[in-house]
Structures are given as C-alpha cells and as structure tokens.
C-alpha cells in the first residue's frame, strides 16, 4: 500500500515505523508519500495529532517530486499547500489567508486532486485541488495545475505530529471527486 517515504523525507522528519504517522523536529520540513499520480482524481486524508511542543505548525498538500523537501510544501512552484493558521493556501511562498477554515489537533484534513488535463472544450480549467475539514469542503485552491505526477505531501514545524489514511476506508469518506 502507499506510505510516507523513507527517502522522499526531509531527515529531520521521525517516520514510524508503519510509514503512517510524522512528526516534525526543528524548522518546515517535507515529506511526500511512496506513491502519486499524473491523471484521475485522488484523495487522502490527515488526522492532526496533538503537538509534542505547543508552537507545532502543519502544512498538507500536494508535490512534484521536484519540490524542495528542506521547506514546507507551498514553498516553491512544485507544491500546493493548506495551512494549520488562518485556513491559509500556499503556492510558490504565496500565502493567502482565509481560503478555509484554520485545523488543529483532532481535526481531520482531507486533501482532493484531480488531474484530467489543462481545459475542457469550454476552457474551464479540469485540474484541481481542494481540500476538506472534518469532512466540510473548503471549496477549490487551485486550478490549472501544470502537468506532473503529484505525490501527498505533509510538512511539519517543530513537534507537529500527524498521521495519514490513504484508504481505502477514510474517517471523512471524500465526496464524488471533481474539479470544479
């Protein structure tokens, strides 16, 4: 089954031993999951687990393997991002608050995908990504996203702990995936 990598991780992540659970040490960093995909539509979903340290912060989202694993996803071009503070999105270290509803310990995110190409004949943009909270849609983040294979991607900030569910069975089963 899909798992955290061992060597698509920042090392001052501590993976456990199932590959399922994370929890971040020191500044941002970033690990991304052992599989991705270039087409259709995938979900996944993060239970925020209590912070070994209170000033823990998380970013959930979605990553080339080109994205820098040293920073948090949303950093760079190669990552798109939902915040724990301010329900913010994150591409390319552009931030903009209040897309969502902020998360914390005991909420569960879950984050959608859906890659079918750059437009439908009317031009409407059939890539997307958005993302839920305890199974409420925070409506779409991003649109037209260039083409690549995109892996599930957490970053963790000092003492941040999640575990994730790939599926097949999900605690906020995702809705019919789409993209708009």
């Not at 690549?148 to 019919?176: D, H, I, T």
Request: aromatic fraction near 10%.
């Amino acid at each position: 089954g899909v798992a955290l990598s061992r060597t698509d991780c920042a090392p001052q992540l501590m993976l456990s031993k199932d590959q399922l659970t994370v929890t971040g040490e020191k500044g941002f960093r970033m690990v991304r999951a052992t599989a991705g995909a270039s087409e259709g539509a995938w979900y996944f979903e993060v239970l925020v687990l209590p912070p070994a340290r209170a000033d823990g912060h998380v970013r959930i989202g979605w990553s080339t393997g080109a994205g820098d694993l040293q920073a948090p996803v949303g950093y760079d071009r190669h990552s798109y991002a939902y915040r724990d503070l301010a329900g913010s999105r994150v591409h390319a270290s552009l931030r903009h608050d209040g897309y969502g509803a902020p998360y914390g310990p005991g909420d569960v995110v879950g984050a959608q995908i859906v890659l079918a190409g750059p437009s439908d004949p009317s031009g409407a943009p059939t890539s997307a990504i958005r993302f839920f909270v305890n199974g409420v849609d925070q409506g779409v983040a991003y649109t037209a996203l260039a083409p690549a294979a995109y892996l599930p991607a957490v970053s963790l900030y000092m003492g941040a702990r999640v575990r994730v569910n790939f599926g097949p069975r999900f605690v906020c089963a995702p809705p019919p995936l789409r993209a708009e």
